[in-house]
């Protein structure tokens, strides 16, 4: 298989965690015979410093030409101050909306390696976790309409039975190949978008029997979920809540550093990023944890170019390489061998 791939590393630690993802996709080509090329494009403070701007129109055309994105993470302190619509977190958006990747799936997973690393009780987590948030990722109050002046602000959650339907059957499809739980979240207690969801989901939900659906508000959701996370296995959500969740989901499966995402439109083509940001505090230092990107890409082979078998490899290589021991710093317990981001990277490549 040929394919190309739109690299955006961004700022911070993002090209850090890249050229280790980018040491492991290379292996894998070279293992399974496929041909991976590459090309590089600039997003975030970088394209700020460099053009002016958080998105310039080459990176955007640049990715949408390639067969699929692998990004690393934007933003940093430096330009923490600039009006919104410069900040470099509008190049995320800007990629999201400018694609259609309305469909973001986020799974957390705890490895049984890293159990000690999570923070919940043995007796709450049993076995493990292993969930799944479908977060809707192209509407909503992050791009609604939206305004300020001196006194006051306001910005806009807005949905169509269209947007929320097409994210619905996605959540729907994985709970059916799943364990046939969904959970759906909102606030319809309050909001009329969540309302609208609710009737949406009750009404798809007919054409799949056998997936058992519940409802929770979102601010129940987040209590369950350090009360009870093992009564989750698919949740979906609209943006922001997924935003908020997918992180708390994150934390307790140990660390962020170790869960990838990827962001979907109907067909195969799809944008693939660690779900952390850009850690501006341990960028190339050689301290970053790059098993989330990794991971990431290993999800790429998966949904974008349904090798599965390659990403199964990726994934028990990365399982391999935590069972001997090896840790970075975020995830280091006692006894165990401390290794930068770019010892970790090969070990996951040779591992394969
Ligand atoms: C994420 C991030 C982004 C989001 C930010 C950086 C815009 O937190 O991918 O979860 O809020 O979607
Ligand atoms: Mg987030």
Known sequence: MKKHIAVVSGDGIGPDIIREALKVLSAVGAKFAHTFT????EAGGIALDHTGIPLPEETLKGCQESDSVLLGAVGGPKWDTLPSHLRPEKALLGLRGGMGLFCNLRPAILYKQLADACPLKKEIVGEGLDLMVVRELTGGIYFGERGRDENSAY???AYTVGEIERIVRKAF?????????LCSVDKANILNTSQLWREVVGRVQGDYPNVQVSHLYVDNAAMQLVRNPRQFDVIVTENMFGDILSDEASQITGSIGMLPSASLREDSFGMYEPIHGSAPDIAGKDLANPIATILSVAM??????GLATEADAIESAVSKVLDKGYRTADIYTEGMKKVGTSEMGSLIAQSL
Request: proline share 0%; aromatic share 14%.
């Open 300 to 305: 790429m082979l998966r949904y974008s170019f």
């Open 155 to 157: 910005d806009t959650m």
């Open 38 to 41: 590459t090309s590089e494009y």
């Open 173 to 181: 499809e994985i709970a059916q190949k799943r364990s046939g739980r």
